[in-house]
Each structure stands twice: as C-alpha cells, then as structure tokens.
C-alpha cells in the first residue's frame, strides 16, 4: 500500500538524510515540499492523503481542506500545534517521535548548566589570550543545590536522575506522581514551591493547552533570586514581558534553546538578548548524531506501521 500524495510543510531537504528520502519516495505516488508561510498550501492539501509536518501548525482549517487526509506524521515529539483533538475527531491517525533525543537534550542542559557555573567559555577565551591565572575565576557545583524538574517525561526523568547522580537536592512537578521515580530519593513538590525554592530549574512541559503560559506572571516573579533556569522545552510556556523584567533585575540568569520556534519572534528574542543573563544558543537540544539517527528510523517506522494497518506512535 501506498499514500496518493504526501504534502511535507516546513521539513527542508537537509534534515533528513538522502536514504529518508529515498524511503518516503517509495512510500508514495507523488510528494509535495513547500515551506509553512507557501500560499500553495491549501491548494496542495485537496488531493493529500498523507501531511508531514515539523514544529509548524495543522490546524482545523488545514485539516477542513484536506478531504482525503488519513495520516499527520510529526517530525518531532511535541504536537502543540496540531490540532489533535480535531484531526482525532476526522479518523485521522497523528504520529510523534517520542524518546529519540532523551539522552542529547538531558546532556545538553548539564553542559550549559556547567558553562555557565564554571565559567568555562570565559575561561578558553582568556586562556587564549594568554591569561592562564585562575585569578579573577569563581565556581559554584551542583552537589548540594536544590534542583528543580518541571515535567518527568522521559527527559525530565533523566534530567533528574543526572542531577541526582551529581549529588543535587531533586525535586519534581508534573502532572502525575511518579512513584518509581521517587524510590530514587527524587523527591515531589507543588510547581509553585519549586520556583520558589530551587537554585536551579530545568524545564521540560511539552507545549499543551494546559502548559500554555503555565509560568505566568505570577510564577515567574516568584522564581528564587539568584536562580539559574535552563529551558529546553517551547517557550511559550512562559510569559515573556514577566520573563523581560526579571531579566532586567538581574537576579536570575535564563538560559534556553529554542531560539527560533514558537512565540519567539526575533524582535522578543533580542528585548530578552539585550541582558547578560539571558545566554540563548541555537536548538541544540537534540542535535547530535545519535538522536538524528534515531528521529529518523522512527519517522520513517511510523509511516510504514501506518501503511500496514498497525499505526505505533499514534498521538492521541
């Protein structure tokens, strides 16, 4: 079996290697690749039967144009902007890629975590200069802190079991208790108390109705003085003009990844740019050639379960 069409929206030829390509061109008669601002989206989507997708929208409206529409594959674990409820309602199967980078974004935040408490780039740029004194330096460890999780998925969990691992205070919010996770001396605490209690906080909510600006206003300000808090997850989990003016008292350093998705414009990004407390690097968080490796077997493994009748992965 074979789909009729694929419309791929916001997936650029490079992110997949040519042997996935290859894969999907066997997979279907004909496929479509256009970029999510196109015009030409509506008008391709008539005759789609299969629309692969990045972190880029299938709303109601997309869904409404495309009558013969049966699969949404997602490059990518977070569906929030699909409308899954809706694509559900319309017998359409959604698929994600969940697990593929647990181990790439947990690292990445302990090497930004370490960066930032070491001192480490600061420290190659002088010793380059010839500076090679430990005067002028300072450090902080993680052992002892008291370190926050928000969300226990599969990254949070790991997340935790790192911090644990180097000797941190862990607790955990989410929205279920994790009881296994708990035997391991990580502890839970409410999300407000966390905020106000951690000397650092990772972030890892997938991007929901329910965690849309879940660090409101309020929860933001609360965050404790002198914080680092490290944000691999959508930003728009947090609210920006209460992220800029906590920036702005310095008393908490920002440091995220997810610099150019989501509600982050390049004009917000660089009111939030303008403090040195505020580090943001490219999405770096699941890019290495492990998880790469991975994503893909598992985008390519979906479309083929799908087209055997046996859909895995399927969001619900």
Same mark, same amino acid.
């Given at each position: 079996?074979?789909?009729?069409?694929?419309?791929?929206?916001?997936?650029?030829?490079?992110? /997949?290697?040519?042997? @996935?390509?290859?894969?999907?061109?066997?997979?279907?008669?004909?496929?479509?690749?256009?970029? $999510?601002?196109?015009?030409?989206?509506?008008?391709?989507?008539?005759?789609?039967?299969?629309? !692969?997708?990045?972190?880029?929208?299938?709303?109601? *409206?997309?869904?409404?144009?495309?009558?013969? /529409?049966?699969?949404?594959?997602?490059?990518? @674990?977070?569906?929030?902007?699909?409308?899954?409820?809706? %694509?559900?309602?319309?017998?359409?199967?959604? @698929?994600?890629? $969940?697990?593929?980078?647990? *181990?790439?974004?947990? *690292?990445?935040?302990? %090497?930004?975590? /370490?960066?930032?408490?070491?001192?480490?780039?600061?420290?190659?740029?002088?010793?380059?200069?010839?500076?090679?004194?430990?005067?002028?330096?300072?450090?902080?460890?993680?052992?002892?802190?008291?370190?926050?999780?928000?969300? !226990?998925?599969?990254? +949070?969990?790991?997340? %935790?079991?790192?911090?644990?691992?180097?000797?941190?205070?862990?607790?955990?919010?989410?929205?279920?208790?994790?009881? /296994?996770? *708990?035997?391991?001396?990580?502890?839970?605490?409410?999300?407000?108390?966390?905020?106000?209690?951690?000397?650092?906080?990772?972030?890892?909510?997938?991007?929901?109705?329910?965690?849309?600006?879940?660090?409101?206003?309020?929860?933001? &300000?609360?965050?404790?003085?002198?914080?680092?808090?490290?944000?691999?997850?959508?930003?728009?989990?947090?609210?920006?003009?209460?992220?800029?003016?906590?920036?702005?008292?310095?008393?908490?350093?920002?440091?995220?990844?997810? @610099?150019?998705? +989501?509600?982050?414009?390049?004009?917000?990004?660089?009111?939030?740019?303008?403090?040195? &407390?505020?580090?943001?690097?490219?999405?770096?968080?699941?890019?290495?050639?492990?998880?790469?490796? %991975?994503?893909?077997?598992?985008?390519? &493994? &979906?479309?083929?379960?799908?087209?055997?009748?046996?859909?895995?992965?399927?969001?619900?």
């Amino acid at each position: 079996m074979k789909f009729k069409k694929i419309l791929v929206v916001g997936i650029q030829k490079p992110q /997949l290697d040519s042997s @996935t390509w290859k894969s999907l061109y066997s997979l279907t008669e004909k496929i479509i690749l256009l970029s $999510p601002d196109s015009k030409n989206i509506t008008k391709e989507l008539k005759d789609t039967d299969c629309l !692969l997708v990045y972190f880029n929208k299938a709303d109601k *409206e997309m869904i409404d144009n495309a009558p013969n /529409l049966k699969y949404i594959g997602a490059l990518a @674990t977070g569906v929030g902007k699909i409308d899954s409820k809706y %694509a559900v309602s319309k017998k359409i199967v959604i @698929t994600n890629i $969940p697990g593929y980078s647990t *181990e790439s974004v947990a *690292e990445l935040v302990f %090497a930004v975590l /370490l960066e930032n408490l070491r001192e480490i780039s600061r420290a190659k740029i002088e010793s380059k200069k010839g500076n090679r004194s430990e005067l002028g330096f300072s450090g902080r460890e993680i052992k002892g802190k008291t370190f926050g999780v928000l969300g !226990l998925g599969r990254i +949070g969990a790991r997340v %935790a079991k790192i911090a644990k691992g180097f000797g941190a205070d862990v607790y955990y919010w989410s929205k279920n208790r994790k009881k /296994l996770t *708990e035997k391991l001396g990580i502890k839970y605490s409410s999300l407000n108390d966390i905020l106000k209690k951690s000397d650092i906080i990772s972030i890892h909510f997938a991007l929901n109705n329910q965690t849309n600006n879940i660090l409101n206003k309020e929860r933001v &300000n609360s965050i404790k003085k002198e914080a680092i808090v490290i944000n691999t997850a959508p930003m728009e989990l947090i609210n920006l003009d209460a992220l800029k003016n906590r920036l702005k008292s310095k008393d908490i350093t920002f440091i995220f990844d997810h @610099t150019d998705l +989501g509600d982050i414009t390049e004009k917000k990004l660089k009111k939030l740019q303008q403090y040195n &407390n505020c580090i943001t690097y490219p999405v770096l968080g699941y890019i290495s050639n492990e998880a790469r490796v %991975a994503k893909q077997e598992i985008f390519i &493994n &979906n479309i083929k379960s799908f087209l055997k009748g046996k859909p895995i992965n399927v969001v619900k």
